[in-house]
């Protein structure tokens, strides 16, 4: 609607749209026939966009796993798609994985992660898998307005994780003001090749000896066998 001429309308802001799942630039039309919509009626679901001269940072912890651990890898690669597609965004400065690794960050509290990470975002999230169910929470918190920007919450089936994971990534750029620069890298709707494509990059980046790197490139390369698109 922004770039549509033959309309005119009032910005609502970006709002988080319960039953939706991602979030949305909202627009009311204006019209002689129409109620102008009041925008101090939309508030309670705004979420507040970056806005200052400083340059967006941001740490995305590894999201925490509250199903089974042989289903780590699923929450640890979701968190390092999150870093890659927040780092190929441009005019952002995003901590390293290797750099949050370092500390415990489990245990430190969001000023705490913000000092010894030198940002101002700090992203956290939970993910559980239930059989062919999934639920998945993030929480985006600024540390110098200290207040949450932005928190959700999915329940879905597991075939549609991809897309959530690809929610998630929008919805983090879009409140830190950004617009991805390079093309998602990962963009498949089968969720095997997906999984194996997660547990390939969790051993690429946690490697216990030699052997994990060549079990890495083996499940990455299945992966590409069912949907080359990754």
């Keep these: 609607l922004a770039n549509q001429r033959e309309f005119e309308g009032v910005s609502l802001g970006l709002q988080s749209m319960k039953g939706v799942g991602r979030l949305i630039e909202v627009y009311g039309l204006k019209g002689d026939k129409l109620n102008e ?53 441009g005019l952002i400065r995003v901590a390293g994985l290797n750099d949050i690794e370092k500390l415990d960050y489990e245990n430190l509290k969001y000023d705490e992660l ?59 750029l879009k409140t830190l003001n950004m617009k991805p620069q390079i093309e998602r890298n990962i963009e498949t709707t089968n969720p095997v090749a997906y999984e194996y494509y997660l547990k390939g990059r969790h051993k690429l980046l946690t490697p216990n000896n030699k052997e994990d790197r060549q079990v890495a490139i083996d499940l990455l390369n299945k992966a590409i066998a069912l949907d080359d698109s990754l």
């Design 37 to 89: 919509p009041k925008a101090s009626n939309y508030q309670e679901n705004k979420v507040a966009i970056h806005s200052d001269v400083e340059v967006p940072s941001i740490a995305i912890i590894p999201f925490d796993n509250k199903g089974a651990d042989e289903d780590v890898f699923y929450a640890y690669g979701i968190s390092a798609d999150l870093i890659s597609d927040c780092s190929g965004a």
């Design 114 to 172: 913000s000092k010894n990470l030198l940002v101002r975002y700090i992203v956290t999230g939970m993910l559980w898998k239930m059989g062919d169910m999934f639920q998945l929470s993030i929480e985006l918190y600024d540390t110098k307005d200290k207040k949450v920007v932005w928190s959700d919450r999915w329940q879905e089936k597991w075939d549609n994780l991809t897309m959530v994971q690809s929610n998630l990534s929008e919805g983090l």
